[in-house]
RNA sequence: GCCGAUGUAGCUCAGCCGGUAGAGCAACUGAUUCGUAAUCAGUAGGUCGGCGGUUCAAUCCCGCCCAUCGGCCCCA
């Protein structure tokens, strides 16, 4: 006789189910036989396949693919398939591993041929194959001994790796397989290649086997898939929106700058409209700081190369920094502002009265970054940072430390943008005492804990001279960009020995910390430009109205007006040309110009103008006073 | 730096099997004087990324270099 168990079903149901019943069979009976969207289950919390049968009384949950947790589960599966395609296609390929990512799911392979872009329609013919033929995925658990010899005897090389760097107190793995092609997997996965129908191979790369680039480069295909073909061809149809507001794009058209081959990979030249919202930000950043007790400062390009022997970079950072030779001297040329910095504290003696001591700096600086990783305004070779180092007394850390995180969030307030936070800690090659490093990250953590922040912790991330607190912004590929960043420090004020008179009329050494705002100016614009999609609000724009003319007769009116908005301080450029009044509109339509001013007969008239916006509203006909009032109404929320 | 792909006019892109290149838009000239996303016609514009090689002949085939794109490592 068959012992019966309880099963708790979602929705608060119950049933009286016969042990050894798979879970998809309890669902199934559970909740009416529809589990054409259910990828998986979750037995008392624990996914499992749904073939996964029961021995005793448990909660079980579908995951449906509308979750995020079921399509990882069907975009692994398909990672599978992908791998089993290959080996089918292409003879002499080891497989590494191959999870689901954000937006779909990659393998590694090793290859010593490389796949081609052709290669990837052989692979996805294969896989509709495999798909076609709605084979099961099987789960086995076996010994780790067993599954060694298991990949050793395909000459799986990585996957007995894997096998080998498992916890010793691991006894047994679980293998998948599918239309006879075995995997090593945790799982859980779909319950048949059936299910895999919306997918889509994208490009093949180079990765390093397990991240490292001592190790061996392999081939990482990835690839995206949905639950439905419609889902998938949204999702493609996404990221070609997402190339129409690419930065780099924008900045041709948009007439902001220009990466150029004749001056230098990773150097950027502003055109005036770019140089334009550089500079409003620029001011906007000045003002804000003074508010805040910073004080400007600025420092030269090139230092001693001894000084930064001295500050460790010479020891910790030399690969990435240039350097020039004057008169016999060796100069590094600034990868950091933080040095002048140092020096500026240092020229007289400090009393605890004058902490905390804030320099703010819009310092330019230079980083040889490898070839390989420059991209547009986001990684460049020469950038500039909105840079402050803030030295204090340990008492004062935690509330400098707030004070800036609600400064960053005040400032990605006024641009509009969502950000995630991560605490990075102690990197290998670092500089400093183990007590030193505790105290720092403690300060970092605290400060985070206590202004209520959810961050994760990045193991190993921190900078060489102190564990940091990071801002990340996306862009428009969803691509991650640090962009704020606190960064705490106790070895440097002790290398330039910095001491400050305390209470006490003893020395004390300040703590020092590495902070930006907006981070790089180039990489924040970059991403600008993409959240904006080039429609930058009324105070960014850098041209914020264009005065249009209907024919010759009325230039003169419009060249008035022009003077006019622009003696107003307004950013006004007038379109006098001989073009019809619809080809000057879509022109400033598709430079994102905010404001249009039509002027034509009635208003020459009238000595008033038609404002349209971008968004394609007339606001009919206003004077040109109360436009200016309106633009500064508009503009002066942030200036 | 590593893996792969790409590089033709200012921009977007054609160009077959090797026989020194085209289109649209932009620019310029002229006509048109026009009311909310492209007026018409004409003209000009290219060492086919660079350097070598193979060939009677190279945008095309081969090698090296440079740059860009997508990733990896790294990073503001």
Same mark, same amino acid.
């Given at each position: 006789m068959v012992q019966k168990i309880k099963i708790a079903l979602p929705g608060g149901k119950e049933a009286l189910c016969p042990a050894g019943l798979t879970v998809g069979e309890a669902l199934a009976g559970g909740q009416g036989g529809n589990l054409a969207s259910t990828m998986a289950a979750k037995v008392n919390g624990l996914p499992v396949d749904l073939s996964h049968s029961l021995a005793e009384a448990a909660a079980i949950e579908p995951i449906d693919v509308a979750s995020s947790e079921g399509l990882s589960i069907l975009r692994h599966s398909m990672s599978h398939v992908m791998a089993q395609a290959v080996q089918e296609t292409f003879a002499g390929v080891q497989v590494a591993i191959g999870p689901a990512i954000e937006d779909g799911f990659y393998y590694d392979f090793e290859y010593a041929e490389g796949f081609t872009p052709q290669d990837l329609e052989r692979i996805e013919a294969r896989m509709r194959e495999i798909a076609a033929a709605d084979c099961p995925f099987e789960r086995r658990e076996v010994s780790r001994e067993e599954a060694v010899e298991l990949f050793r005897s395909k000459g799986e090389h990585y996957k007995v790796e894997l096998l080998n760097d498992l916890p010793a107190d691991v006894k047994t793995v679980s293998l998948y397989s599918q239309h006879g092609y075995i995997d090593l997997c945790r799982g859980p996965h779909v319950p048949s290649t059936g299910m895999i129908k919306a997918f889509k191979l994208l490009h093949v790369a180079g990765a390093y086997w397990r991240g490292d680039e001592r190790n061996k480069m392999l081939q990482r295909i990835y690839g995206t898939g949905f639950a439905t073909q419609e889902a998938l061809e949204e999702h493609l149809r996404l990221l070609e929106e997402a190339k129409k507001r690419d930065h780099r794009r924008l900045g041709r058209e948009l007439d902001l700058f220009q990466l150029n081959d004749e001056i230098g990979p990773g150097l950027v030249i502003f055109h005036p409209k770019g140089t334009l919202l550089r500079t409003i930000i620029e001011d906007w950043e000045k003002k804000e700081h003074l508010k805040r007790g910073y004080d400007l400062v600025i420092g030269p390009q090139i230092l001693k190369v001894d000084l930064w022997k001295r500050s460790g970079h010479f020891d910790h950072y030399r690969e990435n920094m240039y350097f020039t030779d004057v008169d016999e001297q060796t100069y590094g040329i600034k990868p950091m502002n933080c040095l002048s910095h140092m020096l500026i504290y240092k020229a007289k003696i400090r009393s605890y &009265? $004058?902490?905390p001591l804030r320099y703010f700096e819009l310092g330019t600086v230079h980083r040889h970054e490898k070839a390989g990783v420059l991209h547009g305004l986001m990684r460049v070779r020469q950038f500039t940072q909105d840079d402050a180092h803030i030295l204090c007394t340990p008492a004062q850390l935690n509330g400098e430390i707030r004070a800036i995180a609600d400064f960053v969030g005040y400032a990605m307030g006024i641009f509009g943008f969502e950000y995630e936070v991560e605490l990075s800690t102690r990197p290998e090659n670092s500089i400093g005492s183990d007590q030193d490093w505790e105290l720092a990250t403690a300060a970092l953590e605290g400060a985070l804990r206590d202004g209520g922040m959810t961050y994760e912790v990045n193991e190993g991330e921190g900078a060489f001279y102190g564990p940091k607190i990071d801002f990340k912004l996306k862009d428009a590929l969803k691509r991650k960009w640090q962009c704020a960043t606190i960064q705490c420090d106790f070895t440097l004020p002790e290398r330039f020995d910095l001491s400050y008179i305390g209470e006490d009329g003893e020395k004390h050494r300040p703590v020092m910390l590495h902070r930006v705002i907006l981070g790089a100016i180039e990489r924040f614009m970059g991403v600008l430009i993409e959240h904006y999609a080039g429609a930058f609000p009324l105070w960014l724009s850098p041209v914020q109205a264009a005065v249009l003319t209907v024919t010759d007769n009325h230039i003169p009116y419009g060249k008035e007006v022009r003077m006019r908005l622009v003696e107003a301080g307004i950013r006004a450029e007038g $379109?006098? &040309?001989?073009?019809k009044l619809g080809y000057k509109i879509r022109e400033a339509q598709l430079q994102k110009t905010p404001f249009m001013l039509v002027i034509g007969d009635r208003e020459v008239a009238s000595g008033q103008v038609s404002p349209r916006q971008r968004d394609g509203k007339n606001l009919g006909s206003i004077g040109v006073e109360a436009f200016i009032a309106l633009v500064r109404g508009q503009s002066s929320q942030f200036k």
């Open positions: &009265r $004058d902490l $379109d006098f &040309r001989n073009e």
